[in-house]
Structures are given as structure tokens and as C-alpha cells.
Nanobody, 127 residues
Framework: QVQLVESGGGLVQTGDSLRLSCAVS????????MGWFRRAPGKEREFVAA????????LYEDSVKGRFTIDRDNVKNTVYLQMNNVKPEDTAVYYC????????????????????WGQGTQVTVSS
């Protein structure tokens, strides 16, 4: 059984930093891309960031470019989202997901390409 468990969320202030973690069990992630998505109150789920299986390429949603960094530790079977200079509009539940395509060279923002999801971790940014 594949499980993804996010952690690291919380209440922070504008301009603070936060590091989310996603620990995966039941499958070795070393040959799979990973992604982060978020759902803000009253909005649809949206793509945040993705990384290829070997960390060679990353992809970011425009509003987080230069502020967020996705990385991974295949030994720990964990993916991370470093969030710097957070803004109130970053307030959302953040979800990690496992890319079903395997060891492909290009990360994807398409949620339909992800077949396993975590339960999410709440990030709240106060102004």
C-alpha cells in the first residue's frame, strides 16, 4: 500500500520560511517524479511544483518561482518543498503526489499524471 504523508505545515507570517516534507512508504520513489499541489479556500486545486525522478529538472507555477524550491532525497524516500518569502495568497492545504509515469525526463503539472496523493498539510500565512 502506497502512502504519502505530508508534514511541516503551520501558521506563519508574511515573509517567513517553511519547509514541507512528504514521506513516502510502500513504493521506492527513486524512479518516479513527484509533485506538490495546493488547494486554497474556495478554489480549485492547483499545481505548485514538480521534480523529475532524479532531481534533474524542476517545474514551478509562476507565482512561486524564485520563492519555492522542490527537492528530494531518494535515500529517505522523501520529497520537500522549501517555501521562502511566503505571502497570504500561499495559504492553502498542500498535497504531495507521485507521478505515475516513471523515470521520464520532463516534470509535469498535470494532476491526471499523479496517481497517489497525500492527505495534505495546512499552511496559513498571516499578513
Amino acid at each position: 500500500q502506497v502512502q504519502l504523508v505530508e508534514s511541516g505545515g503551520g501558521l506563519v507570517q508574511t515573509g517567513d520560511s517553511l519547509r514541507l516534507s512528504c514521506a513516502v512508504s510502500g513504493r521506492t520513489i527513486s524512479t518516479f517524479g513527484m509533485g506538490w499541489f495546493r488547494r486554497a479556500p474556495g478554489k480549485e486545486r492547483e499545481f505548485v511544483a514538480a521534480i523529475t525522478w532524479n532531481g534533474g529538472r524542476t517545474l514551478y507555477e509562476d507565482s512561486v518561482k524564485g520563492r519555492f524550491t522542490i527537492d528530494r532525497d531518494n535515500v529517505k524516500n522523501t520529497v520537500y518543498l522549501q517555501m521562502n518569502n511566503v505571502k497570504p495568497e500561499d495559504t492553502a492545504v498542500y498535497y504531495c503526489a507521485l507521478d505515475r509515469r516513471g523515470p521520464v525526463a520532463v516534470p509535469t503539472s498535470g494532476s491526471y499524471e499523479y496517481d497517489y496523493w497525500g492527505q495534505g498539510t495546512q499552511v496559513t500565512v498571516s499578513s
